[in-house]
């Protein structure tokens, strides 16, 4: 039987335990019925205290500390609630428990924002990653060791597990029941909990909020020019001279700065935009092309796929709940 550690703190998402209790339980039913042992036994460990009480009005009794944690096969470090650096530095220990488990040869995985604590780790350097779609540049720049890949619902190395955001990571589990019971308990526990199988992106949920979580004011002011006129014809050159900057230096800061170049985030501007018109409303899609700063409906569907994952008739149809004409 396999052994799981699923860490429990207070700032924990009471869902980002449950749901996983609720899965692996239900697949050790169905692998009971039919004839076969169970394979998974998961253990609520949490640093000092037994009966945790969550930032919700909830408490979670745990099984064990991770001082009477022998040994496991798997940890899994579930989503929190609240800003990462208070909570990775409130919980610190745990940090340094994982670390130190996964040197003995126990894999690790993270659920959605759980990312931050293997990433404060060590454990993530050099390896691909993912997180929730509000993290991603919030990751990059505090890890830059790390490979963190934004559309990605499930990443696996060297028996470290990372996942996409809120219920998204949930396909993890499906993944890991697949890997270490089989396609068949995997399949039965994606029809009784209602999750697709085999999800791969989850571009199509992000919200662009503009990566301002820095200090370089030409970048904000640069930023902020972008976000005015994106529905006009501005060029590089154009917005390098709103920071008063050759077209290169400029480049180089915005990249520094974002986490992306300038067209990049002039795209992802232009996109948001047409994201929220596609949600609204019916208009053409030529139209709608036009008002966000797009001049060939190739491009623009190129680069929306790109952005979403989805084309702008599949986003429509998933999010507008008027009939497209």
């Known amino acids: 039987m396999m052994q799981i550690a699923l860490l429990v703190y207070e700032e924990v998402i009471q869902s980002s335990v449950s749901s996983v209790i609720d899965i ?3 697949s050790n039913q169905f692998l009971e019925r039919m004839g076969k042992p169970p ?3 998961v253990e609520l460990v949490s640093e000092k ?3 945790i009480q969550l930032y919700a009005p909830a ?5 064990k500390t991770i001082s009477e944690v022998v040994e496991a096969d798997l940890i899994i470090a579930p989503a929190f609630h609240g800003r990462a650096e208070m909570v990775l ?3 610190h220990v745990l940090v340094d428990w994982i670390r130190k488990m996964h040197r003995t040869g126990t894999e690790v995985a993270s659920l959605c924002f759980g990312s931050y604590f293997l990433a404060e780790a060590g454990l993530l350097d050099g390896k691909p990653c993912t997180s929730h779609w509000s993290v991603i540049d919030d990751m990059k720049q505090r ?9 990605m619902v499930i990443t696996e190395k060297e028996g470290i597990y990372t996942s996409g955001g809120a219920f998204s990571s949930l396909n993890l589990i499906l993944y890991l029941i697949e890997k270490f019971s089989g396609r068949e308990t995997a399949i039965w526990a994606s029809k009784m909990f209602s999750i697709d199988l085999d999800r791969v992106s989850q571009a199509h949920f992000a919200i662009f909020q503009g990566q301002r979580q820095h200090e370089d004011e030409e970048i904000l002011k640069a930023q902020t020019y972008i976000e005015q006129h994106y529905h006009l014809p501005i060029s590089i050159e154009q917005i390098a001279e709103q920071a008063n900057m050759s077209k290169r230096n400029f480049i180089r800061r ?3 700065a974002t986490c992306n170049t300038p067209l990049e985030y002039l795209q992802r501007v232009k996109i948001e935009s047409a994201k929220k018109a596609l949600e609204k409303n019916t208009q053409n899609i030529s139209s709608l092309m036009y008002n966000v700063g797009y001049n060939d ?3 623009f569907r190129n680069v929306f796929k790109r952005v979403t994952g989805l084309t702008p008739q599949d986003y429509r149809r998933k999010y507008c709940r008027m009939e497209a004409v």
């Open 59 to 63: 408490q979670l009794l745990c099984h």
């Open 39 to 41: 394979m998974f036994n």
């Open 89 to 91: 530095e409130k919980n």
């Open 49 to 51: 205290l037994r009966n």
């Open 24 to 26: 692996l339980m239900g």
């Open 254 to 256: 915005f990249k520094t």
């Open 143 to 151: 890890y830059p060791e790390a490979e963190v890949l934004a559309d």
């Open 297 to 299: 409906i190739k491009t």
